[in-house]
């Protein structure tokens, strides 16, 4: 259900002006566009679900400012205000404020820029981030994901230990686009395992071949 309608009510004081609308909730939300990718950054740096974390927390942030910012353009005057729909594309939401209050669209615009800025930050600040979206990952680019896929397999269930870690990687071979590499499994509660694996590019994308030689 939308929250629209047609027309934005002038404010009644003596003047005739609208009433000021208080900007904090429209800045906030630039500032969500600049956290939102390092904070999905950091969630899947530490293994978190990624996907359901982080849209959780944007959705939240999103209603909660959405709700703040409400109250104030219905305090200054107006009868009209953006849909809550906009949750699924927020700076849209700040290009219809924008234009319900005769104001610029200058929050929309940082909104937009804020996306390629962190993103680039953060490739420039790790590597792995940086060849991944190049297509062109190193043996060490991929230690998480190995270690992912070795907790993914039958001899990490319970209850064997699952992987903590993937040390010593290095490249032991490059053929054919096909980069083969080795490196040690650290394994909870101590011990390790061997490990080798290819990095092969199919259909697009990137394909991790894993091997754990027998004991």
Same mark, same amino acid.
């Given at each position: ?48 679900? #990624? ?144 490990? #080798? ?19």
């Amino acid at each position: 259900m939308s929250d629209e309608t047609n027309e934005p009510v002038v404010s009644s004081d003596t003047t005739g002006n609208r009433a000021f609308v208080d900007d904090w909730p429209a800045w906030m939300l630039v500032a969500l566009s600049l956290i939102l990718t390092p904070v999905n950054y950091l969630i899947e740096a530490l293994s978190l679900s #990624t996907n359901s974390l982080s849209t959780v927390i944007a959705v939240g942030a999103f209603v909660s400012l959405r709700n703040a910012d409400k109250k104030a353009i219905l305090a200054a005057g107006y009868s009209r205000v953006p849909s809550a729909w906009w949750v699924l594309l927020f700076p849209g939401y700040l290009w219809q404020r924008a234009s319900i209050l005769g104001d610029s669209k200058r929050h929309f615009w940082l909104a937009i820029l804020a996306f390629p800025l962190t993103t680039g930050l953060i490739m420039v600040l790790d590597p792995s981030i940086r060849h991944r979206f190049a297509g062109q990952l190193t043996c060490s680019d991929v230690a998480d994901d190995v270690k992912d896929i070795f907790n993914g397999m039958d001899l990490a269930k319970a209850p064997n230990p699952r992987a903590r870690s993937v040390q010593q990687i290095a490249e032991t071979g490059y053929d054919n686009s096909i980069r083969s590499c080795k490196g040690v499994v650290m394994l909870d509660g101590g011990g390790s395992r061997n490990v #080798t694996f290819t990095l092969s590019p199919e259909n697009g994308e990137m394909m991790i071949r894993l091997r754990v030689p027998p004991l």
